[in-house]
């Protein structure tokens, strides 16, 4: 038992407490923060990400050092691996985050009343925000740069593999904030050695942390979905279709559901399931599936995509709901667009789902009716990504149905409140 | 023991399982409802409610009669009466929700991507909103009429006395919908016979409700907002303030003071605490509190306030957090614009809040860094109210920071989606 083991629970809570109090002055310190002071914290941020690289990657060493010793696989290893170009990239991404238009104080809507009160509907920040992540170092530096954007503070609580590392690049925010005047506590890390830290975190740190966003795998999702008390920014499955609809345009079709499912296999945004129109499976179900296995993709098929091409192995009902996040896809013939939508409202997770059709009726009601966050007509479902959507860096994909859905970038960590201005207006 | 409450527990999970399954059904259904489609069963609605008065009048006579016999208080059977006057209010009221916009499948936002992708944001309904009120009966009809111009199915959970009054209300509302061709189950009221029943929607219905709106006093917005485990639309107080600014007009003052206090006292944005500047103090302090009595106001104040005016009682510190909800205003005062936003960040609810001035920075930062759902220069804090604002009618005033935060309108009770529209783009 370590010396930190040691401690009494009560001193983990304490310390956790006087994160979040420290963490809602800062948030309101940060409020009124100008975009030049927090665009010169990035900057900063950034520069000492490139002056002590030297120094995140000795931390980065012993991390490793440890994670081998315990015998990790080769994708964990490289997820917690940083290397200069992934300290560049890491600066390099704050910097562009620097050059996105500051969120709080645009006005979203002005009105003026029949009284002559004008009301204005202001962008503020969240206010504090929680991000729980894995073994990924690089979360550090995206997460806490983004939610600084918007006006938010940060506490961060990473996985214990890659705390060294984190807490390197940690350093190297708060040069950034402290050099611009920023409290260093607009970024605060969560020792992990606090085994009790994640669950306080979930239960809002007695109302100090506005919302969550989990950054990792499905278990840890899954966790914080199941146990948070606060509001949770995240999907837990990309269960995406791409559905050829009777009229799709074959050749558009080929390359649209090639692209959806192999382009990258482990994001949330790739194809799992491909959905043919019965209407032209005699024609179209066989290159479609022929051309998913020249690109390497493993097929599981309903009875009528077995029977169209070779090497389709049988689907059981588990695949339907199956997020493989691999080369593997799920294929199954459909009685029109009905069937289609039915099929994705009761297997999908509304996350990105598209429709191939040149028949513009057929995409509006496939757009209206599927609920999804991203619903696509005649584009790969890859394109499910803050930065495909021109809003430059994303903290992530969100599937729940309030404030923030699809990609969560800094527009979506920003609350907003009424500002009314009168001249001596009162209620008769 | 009556027969319905030796029911077994099992029965009653297994019936609001049944009402969560319809109430997403309908959902579906009501998301690709028309405008057209929604408006009529809102004037179908009123219409029933018209037809149907004597009957409704019968029985919320026997929900009156069983209360007094109850020995209930004068308020609260106020609450629970309806009459003639009030039955036709609750019909014009849906009427005016019909005549709004409809908010579901608007473009909130549109774009091009270099790539030719065409972005589009569209409201869509948030799906399932569970209602838990308490003796109005009108709250039915309201947030009924609410819920579905949206788009959303709504599932009703009135307090006991009320429920036969409640339930002749329901089934005006089921015959405005289904005589519009949408399905009876888009509106649907939970018996109040199944005690298990508010635990069971506060823990979302199997991911059936996606938001839970409370409406009634601060022990159930206080216990909704506890246990709820989807999120919840609602204040739990609305502690406002007036502050006073050294550059205050004193007749403006005067007018705002009194109508954000005395107004109607019971209002959330009713006035709770006046702030008046030390510098003004000597001059405008009397006639501050002397026009707040002359008005009907009791007035508890800090010491100078004491030494300032005649029948001032004293203030604990208990006083500045208290939302009185009657003729009682706390009154202190403070130096200078940074004492007024902290004592408001420190005591008050997030609510609403305002300033009096002319001095236009003194407003601009005023408005800018108190934290609360709406802040206002110059004009009465009951301006609080989704009416005033021009929204229509409102389920109420949120004070969270997420998705809904003051009046909550049709608008608030909307989501949205990501419709994206391509030539057969495919991601590099």
């Given at each position: 038992?370590?010396?930190?083991?040691?401690?009494?629970?009560?001193s983990?809570?304490?310390?956790?407490?006087?994160?979040?109090?420290?963490?809602?002055?800062?948030?309101?310190?940060?409020?009124?923060?100008t975009?030049?002071?927090?665009?010169?914290?990035l900057?900063?941020?950034?520069?000492?990400?490139?002056?002590?690289?030297?120094?995140?990657?000795?931390?980065?060493?012993?991390?490793?050092?440890?994670?081998?010793?315990?015998?990790?696989?080769?994708?964990?290893?490289?997820?917690?691996?940083?290397?200069?170009?992934?300290?560049?990239?890491?600066?390099?991404?704050?910097?562009?985050?620097?050059?996105?238009?500051?969120?709080?104080?645009?006005?979203?809507?002005?009105?003026?009343?029949?009284?002559?009160?004008?009301?204005?509907?202001?962008?503020?920040?969240?206010?504090?925000?929680?991000?729980?992540?894995?073994?990924?170092?690089?979360?550090?530096?995206?997460?806490?740069?983004?939610?600084?954007?918007?006006?938010?503070?940060?506490?961060?609580?990473?996985?214990?593999?890659?705390?060294?590392?984190?807490?390197?690049?940690?350093?190297?925010?708060?040069?950034?904030?402290?050099?611009?005047?920023?409290?260093?506590?607009?970024?605060?890390?969560?020792?992990?050695r606090?085994?009790?830290?994640?669950?306080?975190?979930?239960?809002?740190?007695?109302?100090?942390?506005?919302?969550?966003?989990?950054?990792?795998?499905?278990?840890?999702?899954?966790?914080?979905?199941?146990?948070?008390?606060?509001?949770?920014?995240?999907?837990?499955?990309?269960?995406?279709?791409?559905?050829?609809?009777?009229?799709?345009?074959?050749?558009?079709?080929?390359?649209?559901?090639?692209?959806?499912?192999?382009?990258r296999?482990?994001?949330?945004?790739?194809?799992?399931?491909?959905?043919?129109?019965?209407?032209?499976?005699?024609?179209?179900?066989?290159?479609?599936?022929?051309?998913?296995?020249?690109?390497?993709?493993?097929?599981?098929?309903?009875?009528?995509?077995?029977?169209?091409?070779?090497?389709?192995?049988?689907?059981?009902?588990?695949?339907?709901?199956?997020?493989?996040?691999?080369?593997?896809?799920?294929?199954?013939?459909?009685?029109?667009?009905?069937?289609?939508?039915?099929?994705i409202?009761?297997?999908?997770?509304?996350?990105?789902?598209?429709?191939?059709?040149?028949?513009?009726?057929?995409?509006?009601r496939?757009?209206?009716?599927?609920?999804?966050?991203?619903?696509?007509?005649?584009?790969?479902?890859?394109?499910?990504?803050?930065?495909?959507?021109?809003?430059?860096?994303?903290?992530?994909?969100?599937?729940?149905?309030?404030?923030?859905?699809?990609p969560?970038?800094?527009?979506?960590?920003?609350?907003?409140?009424?500002?009314?201005?009168?001249?001596?207006?009162?209620?008769?």
């Amino acid at each position: 038992m370590s010396l930190a083991e040691a401690r009494p629970p009560s001193s983990a809570a304490g310390e956790m407490q006087s994160i979040g109090r420290a963490a809602c002055a800062a948030a309101r310190r940060l409020a009124n923060a100008t975009g030049v002071e927090k665009d010169a914290a990035l900057r900063g941020m950034a520069h000492a990400l490139r002056a002590n690289e030297a120094a995140i990657l000795a931390e980065n060493a012993l991390d490793l050092a440890d994670t081998k010793r315990e015998g990790a696989n080769a994708a964990f290893i490289d997820r917690l691996t940083l290397t200069p170009k992934r300290i560049e990239a890491m600066a390099a991404g704050i910097e562009e985050i620097a050059t996105l238009a500051d969120p709080v104080g645009t006005v979203i809507a002005g009105w003026d009343r029949p009284n002559g009160l004008h009301i204005e509907r202001v962008r503020t920040p969240l206010g504090v925000i929680g991000i729980i992540y894995e073994s990924r170092p690089n979360v550090t530096a995206d997460a806490g740069a983004l939610c600084l954007k918007a006006g938010n503070a940060a506490i961060l609580r990473g996985g214990s593999d890659s705390y060294r590392s984190a807490r390197a690049i940690h350093r190297c925010l708060v040069a950034g904030l402290t050099e611009a005047g920023l409290p260093a506590e607009a970024i605060q890390m969560v020792p992990t050695r606090d085994r009790a830290a994640v669950g306080l975190m979930l239960a809002g740190l007695d109302g100090a942390i506005d919302v969550i966003v989990p950054r990792g795998g499905k278990s840890l999702v899954g966790r914080v979905q199941m146990e948070a008390r606060v509001p949770v920014f995240a999907h837990l499955e990309g269960v995406c279709h791409v559905y050829v609809h009777a009229a799709a345009d074959l050749a558009m079709a080929k390359q649209i559901v090639v692209n959806a499912k192999m382009r990258r296999v482990g994001v949330c945004g790739a194809a799992e399931t491909l959905l043919v129109d019965r209407a032209v499976a005699g024609t179209q179900l066989r290159p479609l599936v022929e051309a998913l296995q020249t690109a390497g993709c493993a097929i599981r098929g309903d009875e009528a995509t077995r029977a169209a091409a070779a090497g389709v192995t049988p689907a059981s009902e588990a695949d339907w709901s199956t997020e493989y996040l691999d080369a593997v896809i799920s294929v199954k013939v459909v009685d029109g667009l009905d069937a289609a939508i039915d099929h994705i409202e009761r297997y999908g997770t509304h996350h990105t789902d598209a429709i191939v059709t040149t028949d513009a009726a057929a995409a509006a009601r496939f757009l209206a009716e599927v609920d999804s966050a991203i619903v696509l007509h005649n584009a790969s479902t890859q394109f499910a990504d803050g930065g495909e959507f021109g809003m430059g860096a994303e903290i992530g994909i969100a599937t729940g149905r309030l404030h923030a859905r699809g990609p969560v970038g800094v527009e979506q960590l920003t609350s907003f409140k009424y500002r009314v201005r009168g001249t001596g207006q009162i209620r008769p």
